[in-house]
Protein backbone atom coordinates (compact mmCIF):
# COMPACT_ATOMS: atom_id res chain seq x y z
CA UNK A 1 0.00 0.00 0.00
CA UNK A 2 3.08 2.51 1.05
CA UNK A 3 4.33 1.57 -2.85
CA UNK A 4 0.76 2.56 -4.01
CA UNK A 5 0.39 5.65 -2.49
CA UNK A 6 4.45 6.52 -3.48
CA UNK A 7 3.46 5.94 -7.03
CA UNK A 8 0.10 8.18 -6.84
CA UNK A 9 2.26 10.82 -5.35
CA UNK A 10 4.95 10.79 -8.05
CA UNK A 11 1.73 10.79 -11.00
CA UNK A 12 -0.20 13.25 -9.50
CA UNK A 13 3.29 15.41 -8.95
CA UNK A 14 4.07 15.17 -12.74
CA UNK A 15 0.57 15.83 -14.04
CA UNK A 16 0.54 18.83 -12.29
CA UNK A 17 4.80 19.25 -13.74
CA UNK A 18 2.76 19.21 -17.13
CA UNK A 19 -0.03 21.05 -16.06
CA UNK A 20 2.26 24.06 -14.99
CA UNK A 21 4.35 24.06 -17.74
CA UNK A 22 1.26 23.85 -20.12
CA UNK A 23 -0.59 26.79 -18.25
CA UNK A 24 2.95 28.92 -18.35
CA UNK A 25 3.60 28.23 -21.54
CA UNK A 26 6.74 25.87 -21.09
CA UNK A 27 8.24 22.63 -22.21
CA UNK A 28 9.51 21.48 -18.89
CA UNK A 29 9.60 22.54 -15.86
CA UNK A 30 11.03 21.03 -12.43
CA UNK A 31 10.01 20.04 -8.70
CA UNK A 32 11.63 22.66 -7.13
CA UNK A 33 10.22 25.51 -9.81
CA UNK A 34 8.47 28.18 -8.52
CA UNK A 35 5.04 29.39 -10.29
CA UNK A 36 5.47 32.84 -9.95
CA UNK A 37 9.25 33.52 -10.48
CA UNK A 38 8.56 31.29 -13.70
CA UNK A 39 5.97 34.16 -15.19
CA UNK A 40 2.57 33.26 -13.45
CA UNK A 41 -0.22 35.81 -12.69
CA UNK A 42 -3.51 35.29 -11.46
CA UNK A 43 -4.98 34.50 -14.48
CA UNK A 44 -3.01 31.54 -15.09
CA UNK A 45 -3.72 30.65 -11.57
CA UNK A 46 -7.05 29.95 -12.50
CA UNK A 47 -6.64 28.34 -15.47
CA UNK A 48 -3.74 25.68 -13.45
CA UNK A 49 -6.70 25.08 -11.29
CA UNK A 50 -9.34 24.17 -13.51
CA UNK A 51 -6.87 21.62 -15.30
CA UNK A 52 -5.75 20.12 -12.01
CA UNK A 53 -9.69 19.74 -11.10
CA UNK A 54 -10.31 18.04 -14.54
CA UNK A 55 -7.73 15.47 -13.31
CA UNK A 56 -9.81 15.27 -9.85
CA UNK A 57 -7.09 16.83 -8.31
CA UNK A 58 -8.41 19.85 -6.54
CA UNK A 59 -6.60 22.61 -4.49
CA UNK A 60 -7.80 25.51 -3.69
CA UNK A 61 -6.28 29.22 -5.14
CA UNK A 62 -4.86 30.03 -2.47
CA UNK A 63 -3.01 27.06 -1.59
CA UNK A 64 -1.04 28.09 -5.06
CA UNK A 65 -0.21 31.14 -3.69
CA UNK A 66 0.86 29.92 -0.05
CA UNK A 67 2.86 26.67 -1.71
CA UNK A 68 4.00 27.83 -4.88
CA UNK A 69 6.78 25.70 -5.36
CA UNK A 70 5.66 22.71 -7.53
CA UNK A 71 6.89 20.33 -4.68
CA UNK A 72 5.08 21.39 -1.58
CA UNK A 73 1.96 22.13 -4.32
CA UNK A 74 2.24 18.83 -5.40
CA UNK A 75 1.99 17.59 -1.55
CA UNK A 76 -1.58 19.60 -0.91
CA UNK A 77 -3.04 17.80 -4.61
CA UNK A 78 -6.61 16.59 -3.42
CA UNK A 79 -6.69 18.40 -0.20
CA UNK A 80 -9.41 20.60 -1.92
CA UNK A 81 -13.05 19.04 -2.23
CA UNK A 82 -14.59 21.00 -4.93
CA UNK A 83 -17.35 23.43 -4.75
CA UNK A 84 -20.65 21.64 -6.92
CA UNK A 85 -21.59 24.86 -8.82
CA UNK A 86 -25.02 24.84 -9.43
CA UNK A 87 -26.60 25.35 -13.37
CA UNK A 88 -27.67 28.35 -14.49
CA UNK A 89 -31.53 27.98 -14.94
CA UNK A 90 -32.44 31.16 -17.49
CA UNK A 91 -32.33 30.31 -20.64
CA UNK A 92 -32.85 32.04 -24.10
CA UNK A 93 -36.19 30.69 -23.77
CA UNK A 94 -37.50 32.21 -20.41
CA UNK A 95 -39.55 35.00 -19.95
CA UNK A 96 -39.74 35.60 -16.65
CA UNK A 97 -36.66 35.42 -13.54
CA UNK A 98 -37.77 34.12 -10.60
CA UNK A 99 -35.93 33.68 -7.26
CA UNK A 100 -35.81 30.06 -7.71
CA UNK A 101 -33.85 30.42 -10.82
CA UNK A 102 -30.98 31.80 -8.64
CA UNK A 103 -29.45 30.10 -6.93
CA UNK A 104 -25.85 32.18 -6.50
CA UNK A 105 -27.76 34.92 -4.62
CA UNK A 106 -31.16 35.59 -2.54
CA UNK A 107 -33.71 38.18 -3.74
CA UNK A 108 -36.97 38.73 -3.96
CA UNK A 109 -39.48 38.74 -6.46
CA UNK A 110 -39.53 42.76 -6.58
CA UNK A 111 -35.69 42.89 -6.52
CA UNK A 112 -35.33 40.73 -9.69
CA UNK A 113 -38.22 42.96 -11.67
CA UNK A 114 -36.07 46.14 -10.42
CA UNK A 115 -33.01 44.67 -12.26
CA UNK A 116 -34.65 43.37 -15.05
CA UNK A 117 -35.78 47.06 -15.54
CA UNK A 118 -32.62 48.07 -16.23
CA UNK A 119 -31.32 45.95 -18.85
CA UNK A 120 -32.22 47.01 -22.65
CA UNK A 121 -34.22 44.05 -23.66
CA UNK A 122 -35.13 42.99 -20.80
CA UNK A 123 -35.31 39.72 -19.64
CA UNK A 124 -34.64 38.33 -23.20
CA UNK A 125 -30.99 39.81 -22.78
CA UNK A 126 -30.23 38.53 -19.17
CA UNK A 127 -27.58 35.66 -19.65
CA UNK A 128 -27.45 35.38 -15.74
CA UNK A 129 -27.69 36.87 -12.19
CA UNK A 130 -25.44 36.54 -9.03
CA UNK A 131 -24.04 38.22 -6.45
CA UNK A 132 -20.46 39.47 -5.90
CA UNK A 133 -17.12 37.49 -5.07
CA UNK A 134 -15.61 39.16 -1.99
CA UNK A 135 -12.89 41.21 -4.11
CA UNK A 136 -15.45 42.76 -6.06
CA UNK A 137 -17.77 43.89 -2.61
CA UNK A 138 -14.84 45.78 -1.59
CA UNK A 139 -14.53 47.11 -4.84
CA UNK A 140 -17.61 48.19 -5.34
CA UNK A 141 -17.70 49.21 -1.91
CA UNK A 142 -14.66 52.00 -2.67
CA UNK A 143 -16.52 53.01 -5.84
CA UNK A 144 -19.40 54.10 -3.83
CA UNK A 145 -17.31 55.64 -1.20
CA UNK A 146 -15.68 57.79 -3.57
CA UNK A 147 -17.00 61.34 -4.40
CA UNK A 148 -15.08 62.49 -7.49
CA UNK A 149 -13.80 60.31 -9.84
CA UNK A 150 -13.15 56.63 -9.57
CA UNK A 151 -9.79 54.94 -7.95
CA UNK A 152 -10.95 51.39 -9.61
CA UNK A 153 -10.75 52.76 -13.65
CA UNK A 154 -8.29 51.80 -15.17
CA UNK A 155 -6.67 53.42 -18.58
CA UNK A 156 -4.89 52.76 -21.43
CA UNK A 157 -4.19 54.19 -24.83
CA UNK A 158 -3.62 53.48 -28.52
CA UNK A 159 -2.45 55.16 -31.64
CA UNK A 160 -3.65 54.03 -35.07
CA UNK A 161 -2.54 54.81 -38.58
CA UNK A 162 -5.99 55.30 -39.30
CA UNK A 163 -9.42 55.09 -39.07
CA UNK A 164 -10.16 51.67 -40.53
CA UNK A 165 -7.62 50.03 -38.58
CA UNK A 166 -8.89 51.75 -35.56
CA UNK A 167 -12.42 50.02 -37.04
CA UNK A 168 -11.15 46.83 -37.31
CA UNK A 169 -9.50 47.29 -34.00
CA UNK A 170 -13.02 47.66 -31.97
CA UNK A 171 -14.64 44.99 -34.52
CA UNK A 172 -12.28 42.63 -32.91
CA UNK A 173 -12.56 43.67 -28.92
CA UNK A 174 -16.52 43.44 -29.58
CA UNK A 175 -16.22 39.51 -30.81
CA UNK A 176 -13.74 39.01 -27.42
CA UNK A 177 -16.65 41.03 -25.23
CA UNK A 178 -18.81 38.45 -27.05
CA UNK A 179 -16.75 35.79 -25.60
CA UNK A 180 -16.62 36.71 -22.05
CA UNK A 181 -19.50 36.61 -19.51
CA UNK A 182 -17.31 39.07 -17.10
CA UNK A 183 -17.30 42.11 -20.10
CA UNK A 184 -20.71 41.43 -20.34
CA UNK A 185 -21.14 42.59 -17.01
CA UNK A 186 -23.04 45.59 -15.42
CA UNK A 187 -23.99 46.10 -11.49
CA UNK A 188 -27.14 46.91 -9.53
CA UNK A 189 -27.21 47.85 -6.43
CA UNK A 190 -29.73 50.50 -5.77
CA UNK A 191 -33.48 49.22 -3.99
CA UNK A 192 -31.42 45.69 -3.53
CA UNK A 193 -31.00 44.18 -0.16
CA UNK A 194 -27.25 42.61 -1.53
CA UNK A 195 -25.92 43.99 -4.76
CA UNK A 196 -25.87 41.60 -8.12
CA UNK A 197 -24.00 41.64 -11.37
CA UNK A 198 -25.81 40.84 -14.01
CA UNK A 199 -25.06 39.46 -17.57
CA UNK A 200 -26.04 40.42 -20.29
CA UNK A 201 -26.45 38.75 -23.79
CA UNK A 202 -25.77 41.65 -25.63
CA UNK A 203 -23.54 44.21 -25.07
CA UNK A 204 -22.39 46.12 -27.31
CA UNK A 205 -19.08 48.32 -27.45
CA UNK A 206 -19.80 52.15 -25.98
CA UNK A 207 -17.91 54.30 -27.95
CA UNK A 208 -17.87 58.00 -28.27
CA UNK A 209 -15.71 60.57 -30.58
CA UNK A 210 -13.89 63.69 -29.34
CA UNK A 211 -12.42 66.59 -31.15
CA UNK A 212 -9.09 67.55 -30.39
CA UNK A 213 -7.45 70.93 -29.46
CA UNK A 214 -3.83 71.54 -30.93
CA UNK A 215 -2.99 73.74 -28.16
CA UNK A 216 -0.29 71.78 -26.90
CA UNK A 217 0.84 69.89 -29.24
CA UNK A 218 -0.40 66.25 -27.60
CA UNK A 219 -2.91 64.96 -28.45
CA UNK A 220 -2.84 61.72 -26.32
CA UNK A 221 -2.24 63.89 -23.41
CA UNK A 222 -5.22 66.43 -24.28
CA UNK A 223 -7.30 63.10 -24.59
CA UNK A 224 -5.84 61.82 -21.28
CA UNK A 225 -6.49 64.68 -19.40
CA UNK A 226 -10.00 65.13 -20.38
CA UNK A 227 -11.03 61.94 -18.91
CA UNK A 228 -8.81 61.58 -16.11
CA UNK A 229 -10.12 58.71 -13.51
CA UNK A 230 -9.66 61.14 -10.44
CA UNK A 231 -11.91 63.21 -12.41
CA UNK A 232 -14.46 60.66 -14.34
CA UNK A 233 -17.11 58.19 -13.52
CA UNK A 234 -19.04 55.09 -15.48
CA UNK A 235 -22.44 53.85 -15.22
CA UNK A 236 -21.88 50.67 -13.56
CA UNK A 237 -25.17 49.93 -14.18
CA UNK A 238 -24.33 49.42 -17.81
CA UNK A 239 -22.30 46.52 -19.64
CA UNK A 240 -19.80 46.53 -20.98
CA UNK A 241 -17.80 48.41 -18.38
CA UNK A 242 -15.39 49.35 -20.87
CA UNK A 243 -15.80 52.87 -22.79
CA UNK A 244 -13.71 54.03 -25.37
CA UNK A 245 -12.69 57.63 -26.69
CA UNK A 246 -11.70 58.33 -29.98
CA UNK A 247 -9.70 61.04 -31.52
CA UNK A 248 -8.43 62.31 -35.00
CA UNK A 249 -4.45 63.42 -33.77
CA UNK A 250 -4.58 67.14 -34.68
CA UNK A 251 -2.28 67.94 -37.12
CA UNK A 252 -1.61 64.32 -38.23
CA UNK A 253 -3.79 61.68 -40.31
CA UNK A 254 -3.62 59.04 -36.91
CA UNK A 255 -6.53 58.47 -34.78
CA UNK A 256 -6.21 57.94 -30.94
CA UNK A 257 -8.21 55.51 -28.69
CA UNK A 258 -8.58 56.21 -24.85
CA UNK A 259 -10.19 53.02 -23.02
CA UNK A 260 -11.43 52.99 -19.33
CA UNK A 261 -11.89 49.60 -17.37
CA UNK A 262 -13.55 49.17 -14.50
CA UNK A 263 -11.70 46.68 -11.87
CA UNK A 264 -14.87 45.48 -11.13
CA UNK A 265 -14.57 43.20 -14.55
CA UNK A 266 -10.67 42.89 -14.88
CA UNK A 267 -6.99 44.49 -14.18
CA UNK A 268 -4.05 44.94 -16.20
CA UNK A 269 -3.80 41.24 -16.46
CA UNK A 270 -7.37 40.91 -17.85
CA UNK A 271 -6.31 44.06 -20.44
CA UNK A 272 -3.29 41.70 -21.51
CA UNK A 273 -5.53 38.45 -22.00
CA UNK A 274 -7.61 41.00 -24.00
CA UNK A 275 -5.14 42.08 -26.36
CA UNK A 276 -3.93 38.95 -26.94
CA UNK A 277 -7.52 37.68 -28.12
CA UNK A 278 -7.75 40.49 -30.17
CA UNK A 279 -4.83 39.78 -32.05
CA UNK A 280 -5.94 36.51 -32.90
CA UNK A 281 -8.75 37.51 -33.67
CA UNK A 282 -7.38 40.58 -36.68
CA UNK A 283 -4.68 37.07 -37.43
CA UNK A 284 -8.08 35.15 -38.41
CA UNK A 285 -7.20 32.76 -35.41
CA UNK A 286 -10.38 33.32 -33.40
CA UNK A 287 -10.97 29.18 -34.18
CA UNK A 288 -7.46 29.14 -32.29
CA UNK A 289 -9.25 30.68 -28.95
CA UNK A 290 -10.08 28.34 -25.81
CA UNK A 291 -13.35 28.15 -24.33
CA UNK A 292 -13.86 30.76 -21.85
CA UNK A 293 -14.52 29.77 -18.44
CA UNK A 294 -17.74 31.11 -17.00
CA UNK A 295 -17.65 33.89 -14.20
CA UNK A 296 -20.47 32.40 -12.53
CA UNK A 297 -18.00 29.29 -11.59
CA UNK A 298 -15.41 31.61 -9.86
CA UNK A 299 -18.47 33.12 -8.01
CA UNK A 300 -19.87 30.05 -6.73
CA UNK A 301 -16.46 28.96 -5.25
CA UNK A 302 -16.21 32.07 -2.93
CA UNK A 303 -19.75 32.29 -1.96
CA UNK A 304 -20.67 28.53 -1.40
CA UNK A 305 -16.81 27.35 -1.01
CA UNK A 306 -16.37 28.79 2.84
CA UNK A 307 -19.01 31.29 4.60
CA UNK A 308 -18.40 35.16 5.69
CA UNK A 309 -17.47 34.11 8.84
CA UNK A 310 -14.79 31.95 8.40
CA UNK A 311 -13.14 34.80 5.98
CA UNK A 312 -13.70 37.12 9.40
CA UNK A 313 -12.17 34.90 11.68
CA UNK A 314 -9.50 34.47 9.01
CA UNK A 315 -8.23 38.20 9.07
CA UNK A 316 -8.69 39.17 12.00
CA UNK A 317 -6.26 36.28 12.83
CA UNK A 318 -4.05 37.95 10.52
CA UNK A 319 -4.46 41.64 11.05
CA UNK A 320 -5.63 41.87 14.69
CA UNK A 321 -1.87 43.61 15.84
CA UNK A 322 -2.58 46.18 13.12
CA UNK A 323 -3.47 49.19 14.88
CA UNK A 324 -2.69 52.17 12.29
CA UNK A 325 -2.93 52.99 8.57
CA UNK A 326 -0.45 51.10 6.54
CA UNK A 327 0.89 54.01 4.65
CA UNK A 328 3.85 53.63 2.88
CA UNK A 329 6.29 56.91 3.84
CA UNK A 330 2.78 58.48 4.94
CA UNK A 331 1.58 59.18 2.11
CA UNK A 332 -2.18 58.87 1.34
CA UNK A 333 -4.90 58.78 -1.42
CA UNK A 334 -2.15 58.27 -3.93
CA UNK A 335 -3.40 58.26 -7.80
CA UNK A 336 -2.08 58.11 -10.88
CA UNK A 337 1.19 59.98 -10.67
CA UNK A 338 1.10 61.24 -7.68
CA UNK A 339 -0.80 64.77 -8.25
CA UNK A 340 -2.32 65.85 -4.99
CA UNK A 341 -0.96 63.26 -2.23
CA UNK A 342 -0.24 64.49 0.91
CA UNK A 343 3.57 64.12 1.60
CA UNK A 344 4.21 63.90 -2.34
CA UNK A 345 7.47 66.67 -2.76
CA UNK A 346 8.26 65.67 -6.22
CA UNK A 347 4.49 65.52 -7.82
CA UNK A 348 5.48 68.21 -10.23
CA UNK A 349 8.86 66.75 -11.75
CA UNK A 350 6.63 63.45 -12.43
CA UNK A 351 4.51 65.14 -14.32
CA UNK A 352 6.85 66.67 -16.27
CA UNK A 353 8.62 63.35 -16.70
CA UNK A 354 5.33 61.70 -17.64
CA UNK A 355 3.76 64.42 -19.98
CA UNK A 356 7.36 64.15 -21.91
CA UNK A 357 6.96 59.83 -22.26
CA UNK A 358 4.00 60.60 -23.73
CA UNK A 359 4.63 62.97 -26.05
CA UNK A 360 7.40 60.71 -27.36
CA UNK A 361 5.17 58.28 -27.43
CA UNK A 362 2.67 59.81 -29.25
CA UNK A 363 5.38 59.77 -32.43
CA UNK A 364 5.79 56.14 -31.72
CA UNK A 365 4.31 53.89 -34.66
CA UNK A 366 0.70 52.97 -35.54
CA UNK A 367 -0.93 50.72 -33.47
CA UNK A 368 1.48 51.08 -30.36
CA UNK A 369 0.24 51.16 -26.99
CA UNK A 370 0.59 54.92 -25.52
CA UNK A 371 1.54 54.92 -21.98
CA UNK A 372 -0.83 54.37 -18.84
CA UNK A 373 0.64 56.28 -16.56
CA UNK A 374 0.16 60.01 -17.86
CA UNK A 375 0.27 62.35 -16.16
CA UNK A 376 -2.44 65.83 -15.48
CA UNK A 377 -0.55 68.44 -14.96
CA UNK A 378 -1.01 72.00 -17.13
CA UNK A 379 -3.98 73.60 -17.54
CA UNK A 380 -6.74 72.27 -20.05
CA UNK A 381 -7.09 73.62 -23.55
CA UNK A 382 -9.67 75.99 -23.80
CA UNK A 383 -12.81 75.17 -26.49
CA UNK A 384 -14.04 78.47 -28.54
Request: charged share 25%; aromatic share 4%.
Amino acid sequence: MRAAAMRRRRRDRDGAGRDLGRALGLERVGRHDHFFELGGHSLLAVQLMERLRRLSLGVEVRTLFARPVLADLAASLGSHHEVAVPANLITEESTAITPQMLPLIDLTQEEIDRIVATVPGGVGNIQDIYGLSPLQDGILFHHLLASRGDPYLLVSQMAFADRGLLERYLAAVQQVVDRHDILRTAFVWEGLSSPAQVVWRKAPLQVSEVELDDCDGSGAEELRRRFDPRRQRIDLGRAPLLRFVIAREPGSGRWLLLELQHHLIGDHTTLEVMHAEVRAVLDGRAHELAAPQPFRNLVAQARLGVDAKAHEEFFQEQLADIDEPTMPFGLSEVRGDGIGSRGTADAAAGAQRSAAATSAAARGKPGEPLPSGLGAGGGACKRP
